[in-house]
Each structure stands twice: as structure tokens, then as C-alpha cells.
């Protein structure tokens, strides 16, 4: 059953810390004034402007075989081929923090405010991931509530784009869920407008699935190398979906 899912602004609003460290900024140096101006007036017009929302869909395995084979342009062999065979549920999900902030990104570039606009850019990337964490929370949730979850369960978000699913995977992805119901819309380049919008898979099953060796030949051009994070997470934590 499909899901449209209601974000508080408040939900997702990042920490200064976060948002500066994103920026180069170590949690343990004292910013300047300036940079605390920028910061205030970004998350001021956030606060004001945001408006997040989410949708998601539960998916079985043979309908998102075909999703993710696409346009037949995937690397030969990705994590996510391996990890949603092993699933116990999956979800289709999008969702954007709106139109508004990502228009006043590319404006503030435009004229050239280029300290407000990555202040706001930063500040809007941390709320899109936010919103993605609580979507994750939620499908976690709704399959405890139906008994479907375990202790194990952990559930991790895969998206067109990345660790070898092509981005033109968002083409199919985008006519099984229509993110267009919460003003989310898919470019000839496949990028999503408003351009501060993340889609992808919700992957459920025992934490292990999750797990693999960052071995795969596009692994050298990554430059995050995310994946250690989530697995040492894993390694850490018994679940990493719930909210205790
Ligand atoms: S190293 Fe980067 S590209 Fe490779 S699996 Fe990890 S996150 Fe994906």
C-alpha cells in the first residue's frame, strides 16, 4: 500500500555542529560571528521554507528485480544485487524537503552569495538525510507493528546513483511510486526536481545481508566510501532502526 508521509520541518532541522562540519568546520573549533550569522539566517529560511514530505511503497522482490535492472545499465555486479535477493521486505520510497529552499540555492549561487548559498545547501542536504532517517524508522515501525520485524532487523536505503545502480534506475522506480503526488519530478538527466530530494529502496533483513567488502571495481572512484559507516554501525549497534 502506498504511503504519503508527513515530515515535521522541526524533525529535520540540523545542528549547527552538523551543518558547519559539513562544511569543513571541526565540531571543536569555535566559529566566527560571521559564520553563526550565516548559519542562523540559513536555518532561519529553512525553518520557514522547508516543507518535507515522503512517500513509500512496499515492493515485492520480483517487482523490484525489474525496477532495479532498469535501463540495463547497472555494473555487472553491485552490493544491492546481492543484498535485495536476501531481504525480508522491501519499500520503493522518495522524499524532498520542497521546491522553495532548493530554488533559493541555485539563486543565492546565481548572484553570486556563495557563503549563504552552501550555508543553505549544507543545511538542506543534512534535512533531506534526516527525513530519509525517518522514513527508515518508520518502515522499521510498520513492520513491527504487523510482527514482521526481529531483533536483527536493520534496514538500510539504496538509491539510483550509487555503489553501481545507474541512475537511470530512477525511470522505472518513478513510474511504480509516483513521487510526482508529493511534487517530486523526474528530469531528462534522471536528476529529481526539487533538486533536494533523495529516492531509492528500503531494504529490510537480518543486519548481516548488509555487509559486504568494498571491493567492487567503482568502490576506487568512491570518494565518501559510506558504506564503512553503515557496516561499522551494524557491528556496533543490535539494530540501527529503532528510535531507542
Ligand atoms: S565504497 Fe562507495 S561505491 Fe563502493 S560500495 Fe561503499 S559506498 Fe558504494
Redesign the pocket.
Known amino acids: 500500500m502506498k504511503k504519503i508521509i508527513k515530515i515535521a520541518t522541526g524533525d529535520v532541522t540540523p545542528k549547527r555542529r552538523d551543518v558547519l562540519e559539513m562544511q569543513g568546520i571541526p565540531s571543536d573549533k569555535k566559529p566566527s560571528k560571521k559564520v553563526v550569522t550565516l548559519f542562523n539566517g540559513a536555518v532561519e529560511f529553512f525553518r520557514e521554507q522547508a516543507r518535507p514530505a515522503g512517500i513509500m511503497i512496499g515492493i515485492s522482490k520480483p517487482e523490484f528485480e525489474n525496477i532495479y535492472y532498469g535501463e540495463a545499465l547497472n555494473e555487472k555486479e553491485t ?1 544491492l544485487d546481492i543484498i535485495f535477493r536476501k531481504a525480508d521486505h522491501l519499500a520503493l520510497f522518495a522524499l524532498t524537503v520542497g521546491e522553495e529552499v532548493s530554488r533559493k540555492i541555485t539563486e543565492l549561487f546565481k548572484t553570486h552569495e556563495f557563503a549563504l548559498a552552501s550555508m543553505l545547501d549544507a543545511t538542506a542536504s543534512l534535512g533531506v538525510e534526516k527525513a530519509a532517517d525517518s522514513i527508515e524508522k518508520l518502515f522499521f515501525n510498520l513492520l513491527t507493528q504487523k510482527g514482521e520485524s526481529t531483533p536483527a532487523t536493520t534496514i538500510v536505503r539504496y538509491s539510483p546513483g ?3 545502480w545507474h541512475i537511470s534506475g530512477q525511470k522505472k522506480l518513478f513510474t511504480f511510486l509516483h513521487p510526482e503526488d508529493i511534487g517530486i519530478t523526474l528530469l531528462d538527466s534522471y536528476l529529481m526536481k526539487p533538486l533536494k530530494s533523495v529516492s531509492g529502496v528500503l531494504v529490510a533483513g537480518n543486519k548481516k545481508i548488509h555487509m ?1 567488502k ?1 571491493s ?1 571495481p ?2 576506487t ?2 570518494t ?5 559507516t553503515r557496516i561499522k554501525q551494524f557491528a556496533q549497534t543490535r539494530t540501527s532502526n529503532r528510535d531507542d
Not at 565518501?224 to 564503512?228: F, I, M, P
Request: charged share 10%; proline share 6%.
Open positions: 552490493p550509487y555503489c553501481g559486504f568494498d567492487y567503482f568502490c572512484q568512491c565518501t566510501r559510506s558504506c564503512h
